[in-house]
């Protein structure tokens, strides 16, 4: 399987995030309780692979519709803040 691309992230406080893109080759999301970005991270310095598009590596939110085997089947994710928090947009309880 294909893992699914971050299509926007609006958490520029995070290193891996440039001008609303992710550059992480592969984010974990989710607490079990949370859908939050795990791999966020608030550093001044930026990284990530500048070419690359972030994408969701795993995800343990067993109960979104688009997760199965704790992993991402969604074609793509959005990434903001809910409650000042960095998380996947995309969720969806099943
Ligand atoms: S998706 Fe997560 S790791 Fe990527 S820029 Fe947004 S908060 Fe950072
Ligand atoms: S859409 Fe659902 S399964 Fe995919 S990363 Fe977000 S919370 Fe996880």
Redesign the pocket.
């Known amino acids: 399987m294909e893992m699914?691309v971050i299509n926007a992230c609006e958490v520029e406080e995070c290193a891996y995030n440039t001008e609303g893109a992710c550059h992480a080759l592969a984010?974990t999301?989710?607490d079990v309780r949370h859908?939050h970005c795990d791999t966020f991270f608030r550093t001044p310095a930026k990284g990530g692979d500048p070419l690359g598009i972030g994408q969701?590596g795993a995800?343990?939110?067993a109960d979104?519709?688009?997760?199965?085997q704790f992993?991402?089947?969604?074609p793509g994710?959005n990434v903001g803040y809910v409650e000042s928090a960095a998380n996947?947009?995309?969720?969806?309880r099943a």
């Open positions: 699914p984010i999301v989710g859908a969701v995800c343990k939110m979104c519709r688009h997760n199965s992993e991402c089947h969604a994710i996947c947009l995309t969720y969806s």
